[in-house]
């Protein structure tokens, strides 16, 4: 058991609102609550560090690699503490590492990983995010099509029987390889559900959401789209009160009016939230890497095999809150809810996205312009970018 800390701030967002001139009060790992700087229990010790912001961590739900791993060719305990380490540096406590379509070995030993991650408690990892191979090939964008396939009876039965093992579960499919048959199984056992990678009309669209499924994968990216007559997955999405949607906030996948029509549109309480989708470069500054045996490049801020198909996104998520902030009709509220309450939301995550008593001390220690100062994940610090940011 170690002393409760307060940590202080000229402003701290609670997930809902600001709070200024406030302390977050943190002991063994959880939250106590947020008070006045000037009614701080006698008996916590006070950090040294004074940021101009505290903030919740940023959770993602999408998150293929970083620092130079990528989870379909590490799909190892080493491989998710690389990446949860790479991702901390830019203010994200909880991810899900993300497996893209691939050899059925190669699930096996990302479930194994997970379980392993999930035993050992590594810092920042919060479960597996499944994208394939269950997907449609006329949609399949960077995924390799030859690994693509209808979902069978021993694929259902052993996400059933993994369920549980490796923390938050979350797998996209496309209706075209998955029955609604599977979808309720996969729900009634504990999975979300993603619809992506999808040519389906809305009604089919509809369907599944009423199945169960409550998510739509990185939104307007390889899915049906919105047309006079057929709204597609993407109207959808944005019409169901059901199914939240990730969102590639980085300038390449959306077009900015495009988002802003999205904004509007979904009011909930299925909401949108940020996810990066990034890639092992993520943390280095390497400039090519393999995805799916194909050379990729990392050229002006994306990533593209060699033909320009874009593969996954170059950014970070702290990067692409200042970037929609510059860009959209958001207040910094909205915002960090979008990196944060809404993807845990999302995911169930019922102990993380706000800062407030009883939740998971993660969060960030912010400067000026959003600058991050420290990481914190369970009460401790992952990583500070000067020394005002050190751990007692």
């Known amino acids: 058991m170690t002393r409760p800390i307060a940590f202080s701030a000229a402003r701290i967002f609670d997930g809902n609102r600001f709070h200024d001139n406030a302390s977050l009060l943190v002991e063994d790992g959880s939250i106590l609550g947020i008070v006045a700087q000037g009614q701080i229990p006698s008996h916590y010790a006070s950090h040294p560090s004074i940021g101009a912001m505290i903030v919740p961590g940023f959770v993602d739900l999408q998150v293929n690699g970083g620092g130079g791993a990528l989870f379909n060719e590490m799909p190892t305990m080493a491989g998710i503490r690389t990446i949860c380490e790479a991702h901390a540096r830019f203010g994200t406590t909880a991810l899900l590492a993300t497996l893209i379509t691939d050899a059925p070995q190669a699930r096996e ?3 194994a990983a997970g379980k392993q991650a999930i035993q050992a408690r590594l810092p920042g990892f919060l479960g597996l995010h499944l994208e394939g191979p269950h997907l449609s090939i006329p949609r399949k964008g960077v995924h390799v099509a030859e690994f693509i396939r209808p979902m069978e009876g021993p694929d259902l039965a052993c996400l059933i029987a993994a369920q549980g093992s490796f923390g938050k579960s979350l797998t996209t499919i496309a209706p075209e390889n ?3 048959e599977q979808v309720r199984a996969l729900v009634d056992a504990g999975w979300h559900v993603s619809l992506g990678h999808t040519d389906c009309d809305a009604d089919t669209a509809f369907a599944y959401f009423e199945a169960g499924a409550c998510m739509a994968t990185h939104l307007f990216n390889a899915m049906s789209q919105m047309r006079n007559r057929e709204p597609g997955l993407v109207g959808a999405t944005l019409t169901t009160d059901k199914a939240y949607c990730g969102m590639i906030a980085d300038g390449h996948h959306i077009a900015n009016a495009n988002m802003r ?5 979904k009011q909930g309480p299925g909401r949108i939230f940020f996810v990066t989708d990034a890639m092992s470069p993520t943390g280095t ?3 090519e890497f393999i995805l799916g045996g194909r050379q990729t490049f990392r050229r002006d801020g994306r990533l593209a095999l060699a033909d320009g198909t874009l593969a996954g996104a170059d950014i970070d998520m702290i990067s692409m809150i200042r970037k929609a ?6 207040s910094l ?3 960090l809810k979008m990196a944060s309450r809404y993807p845990s939301e999302a995911i169930g995550a019922t102990t993380k996205g706000w800062l407030k008593s009883g939740f998971d001390a993660d969060f960030l220690i912010l400067e000026q312009g959003l600058a ?3 990481t914190w994940i369970g009460g401790a ?3 500070q970018n000067s020394d005002t940011g050190a751990a007692l």
């Open 325 to 330: 902030l510059d860009s959209l009709p958001l």
């Open 178 to 180: 998955v029955t609604l």
């Open 261 to 265: 029509v999205a904004l509007h549109a």
């Open 333 to 335: 509220e909205e915002a």
């Open 285 to 287: 500054d390497v400039t």
């Open 372 to 374: 991050l100062q420290s």
């Open 381 to 383: 610090c992952v990583h």
């Open 109 to 111: 030993k990302a479930l």
